[in-house]
T-cell receptor, first 112, second 114 residues
Framework: LAKTTQPISMDSYEGQEVNITCSHN???????ITWYQQFPSQGPRFIIQ???TKVTNEVASLFIPADRKSSTLSLPRVSLSDTAVYYC?????????????FGTGTRLLVSP | NAGVTQTPKFQVLKTGQSMTLQCAQD?????MYWYRQDPGMGLRLIYY???????DKGEVPNGYNVSRLNKREFSLRLESAAPSQTSVYFC?????????????FGSGTRLTVV
């Protein structure tokens, strides 16, 4: 399993763009990168997934450089409701089975 | 549009008591999982079921048993609860084995063992 490293916590203010970087130096060729968001007292929620370059959806963007050894989750113009823990996971998609491991994540605090 | 439903939401047990946590999904997913989350920690996989009729151990299976009752339901049983099992338990499901294409999680069961 590819190990991931994220900052423990980040602080931001409403309206700012937040970038959370995840390091995964031993990512395998077939691994995808997936990000989850978890609010207090709730289960994690799938945000975005990508393999290379850039992926964008209505919630966030995911930037993956050519070497794929890191990835950056970008949240545009955050609001108070984006205060949550964000997890970066790396694993296979589709074929085979892999027990995805959730690390401790990045605790994002958005202030007024 | 229920997704993954867990019952109960809260439970207090005495040491040595047994109980079963229930989980059901209505998305026709093949794979289901049980995780625990301790305060300030990430999620740790207890057991998983890659497909109906199969179950396997995760990182922290000791003290637990599971049953994949059918494609929809996956239960977690504590035979003799211990204070170390105080935690929040999350059930999840995914369409494909491995969950790399996205898990759907339930809202959790908060268990306290005294």
């Amino acid at each position: 399993l590819a190990k991931t490293t994220q900052p423990i916590s980040m602080d931001s203010y409403e309206g700012q763009e937040v970038n959370i970087t995840c390091s995964h130096n031993n990512i395998a060729t077939n691994d995808y990168i997936t990000w989850y968001q978890q609010f207090p007292s709730q289960g994690p929620r799938f945000i975005i997934q990508g393999y290379k370059t850039k992926v964008t959806n209505e919630v966030a963007s995911l930037f993956i450089p050519a070497d794929r050894k890191s990835s950056t989750l970008s949240l545009p113009r955050v609001s108070l409701s984006d205060t949550a823990v964000y997890y970066c996971l790396v694993g296979l998609r589709g074929t085979g089975f892999q027990k995805l491991v959730f690390g401790t994540g990045t605790r994002l605090l958005v202030s007024p | 549009n229920a997704g993954v439903t867990q019952t109960p939401k809260f439970q207090v047990l005495k040491t040595g008591q047994s109980m079963t946590l229930q989980c059901a999904q209505d998305m026709n997913h093949n794979s289901m999982y049980w995780y625990r989350q301790d305060p300030g920690m990430g999620l740790r996989l207890i057991y998983y079921s890659a497909s109906e009729g199969t179950t396997d151990k995760g990182e922290v299976p000791n003290g637990y048993n599971v049953s994949r009752l059918n494609k929809r339901e996956f239960s977690l049983r504590l035979e003799s609860a211990a204070p170390s099992q105080t935690s929040v338990y999350f059930c999840a499901s995914s369409e494909r084995a491995g969950g790399a294409d996205g898990y759907t999680f339930g809202s959790g069961t908060r268990l306290t063992v005294v």
